[in-house]
């Protein structure tokens, strides 16, 4: 089967985009590979695309947009030897993990994985552990305050090391919808 990801493309001031884009470019060796975004489900194989895509789909409709801030750089360790720089939101931070959780009921129920907690980020670089720290404190010290929306969410599929987008969805705005 198909590996596939739901991801959450930020709108973000054009400033703030490129700063961010730049930051990746010299730190993260998967930024050529897709802009920044938010990973809401992880790498999932074991579901047939067009039930995925219903299911993603049907949870955009209920759903509404995300706005956000995020002011902090956040080193999160992978083992001794990798570590990421996370792009953390605080406001916001509940409405994403929220669309992450709901995308993860019904088909997707199987592949969640409760034992990594789930942490709404964009991911800005990689390295060693203490090579992350201190590009966090860099990031930090001086305060960030990138605010942005999340109101679209794109399902993409990996083939052959590249990613291609299967659909997007936009976030709807009807009765009864989760924040």
Known sequence: MTTL??????RLHPEDGHRIEAFRRAH???AALLPAHFTLVFGCDS???ETYLRHV????????PLDFVCRYAMPAADGPARAYVYLVPDQGFSGLSRLHDTLYRGPLAGALRLDLPYIPHITLGTADPATAKLASDRLNTPGIEIPGRVDTVTVAAMDGGELRHLAEFPLGASPGTMA
């Open 5 to 10: 990801y739901t991801l959450a493309y930020p």
């Open 28 to 30: 993260d060796p998967h």
């Open 47 to 49: 579901i047939v695309t």
């Open 57 to 64: 789909e049907a949870v955009c409709r209920q759903a509404r």
